[in-house]
């Protein structure tokens, strides 16, 4: 049964860091691309930041660059999101996510899109205090 496990939700202050771990088992996740997806109250989920199979690549949301740093560790089966210099507005469920990179692309576009990952965790909660 593949599973993917987030953990590191948290409350801070703005301004503060957390950093967010998703732990897969099932399957091997070192073919994948790894994403990591949002969802605030009443607003649809959205894409944060996404890396390829090997790492060597990373796609960021505009409102998260140069603050969130995601990452990849394939011998323990696990991405994280380290998350820098947050603000209320980053508030939301955090969502880790995975699909088969069939395909090498430097095309956010191939990235972005929730609807194309296969497998997804239960979320962990992050909640910035102003």
């Known amino acids: 049964q593949v599973q993917l496990v987030e953990s590191g939700g948290g409350l801070v202050q703005a301004g503060g860091s957390l950093r967010l771990s998703c732990a897969a088992s099932g399957r091997t996740f070192s073919s994948d691309v790894m994403g990591w997806f949002r969802q605030a109250p009443g607003k649809e989920r959205e894409f944060v930041a996404a890396?390829?199979?090997?790492?060597?690549?990373?796609y960021y949301a505009d409102s998260v660059k140069g603050r969130f740093t995601i990452s990849r560790d394939n011998a323990k089966n696990t991405v994280y999101l380290q998350m820098n210099s947050l603000k209320p507005e980053d508030t939301a469920v955090y969502y880790c996510?995975?699909?088969?990179?069939?395909?090498?692309?430097?095309?956010?576009?191939?990235?972005?899109?929730?609807?194309?990952?296969?497998?997804w965790g239960q979320g962990t909660q992050v909640t910035v205090s102003s």
């Open positions: 890396i390829t199979w090997s790492g060597g690549s990373t």
């Open positions: 996510a995975s699909k088969r990179q069939s395909r090498i692309s430097d095309s956010r576009s191939y990235y972005t899109p929730a609807a194309t990952y296969d497998y």
